[in-house]
């Protein structure tokens, strides 16, 4: 059964830092790998999609890494923003044409004006 | 992106009765949607897999004369909660996947009384 963990749970950072969020997952045979931005009693808002066979997605200040063989993966954020105070998750969908998806618990960010 | 919706966006209601909470794709046919729950501070979990036209597919543990689902058309899933009580409170998700890719809807509160 595939699991997925995020860490840090939580992580607060002053406006401008750098910041990376961990993700890992028990089992590579994966389809692909998703970084989700949830608001307190909101639904998820897709930041970023990575295919099994690629290494990495862009898209403005964000950068997601995927190493499938290691069951890892990152979200850098740069220069943050008090905008960016979020829930981020990370899910995995399985591979063998299952599109479920396994979600972390998520890092709750905060960034500090 | 594509978009979901859901509605209502809260309820709350006296133990006992069904609640009804409605889950559409505005600008594309999804021929698989999805249920999750969310507990605070928790994981999505996923709840159950919808297929237009075909009875869906609950996840274990997920009792399905509880938590009826309808995915009667290519745009339109529902998930009716019957005889709803407290501890069925919580935040219900669905998406819907699009080719390659899951779209979340904004999501439903729900609070048993």
């Known amino acids: 059964k595939q699991e997925v963990t995020q860490i840090p749970a939580a992580l607060s950072v002053p406006e401008g830092e750098n910041l990376v969020l961990n993700c890992s997952f028990t089992?590579?045979?994966?389809?692909?790998l998703q970084w989700f931005r949830q608001d307190p009693g909101k639904g998820l808002t897709s930041l970023l999609l990575i295919q099994s066979s690629q290494r990495e997605q862009t898209s403005g200040r964000l950068n997601a890494s995927l190493d499938k063989s290691s069951g890892r993966s990152t979200l850098y954020i740069a220069a943050s923003q008090p905008g960016d105070s979020a829930t981020y998750l990370c899910?995995?969908?399985?591979?063998?044409?299952?599109?479920?998806?396994?979600f972390g618990k998520g890092t709750k960010l905060s960034v500090i004006p | 992106g594509a978009v979901v919706s859901q509605h209502p966006s809260r309820v709350i209601c006296k133990s006992g009765t069904s609640v009804k909470i409605e889950c559409r794709s505005l600008?594309?046919?999804?021929?698989?949607m999805f249920w999750y729950r969310q507990f605070p501070k928790k994981s999505l979990m996923l709840m159950a897999t919808s297929n237009e036209g075909s009875k869906a597919t609950y996840e274990q543990g997920v009792e399905k004369d509880k938590f009826l689902i309808n995915h009667a058309s290519l745009t339109l899933s529902t998930l009716t909660v019957t005889s709803a009580h407290p501890e069925d409170s919580s935040f219900y998700i669905c998406?819907?996947?699009?080719?390659?890719?899951?779209?979340f809807g904004p999501g439903t509160r729900l609070t048993v009384l």
């Open positions: 089992d590579s045979a994966i389809y692909n």
């Open positions: 899910a995995v969908s399985g591979g063998a044409g299952s599109y479920q998806l396994t």
């Open positions: 998406s819907a996947r699009d080719l390659m890719e899951q779209f």
């Open positions: 600008d594309f046919q999804a021929t698989t």
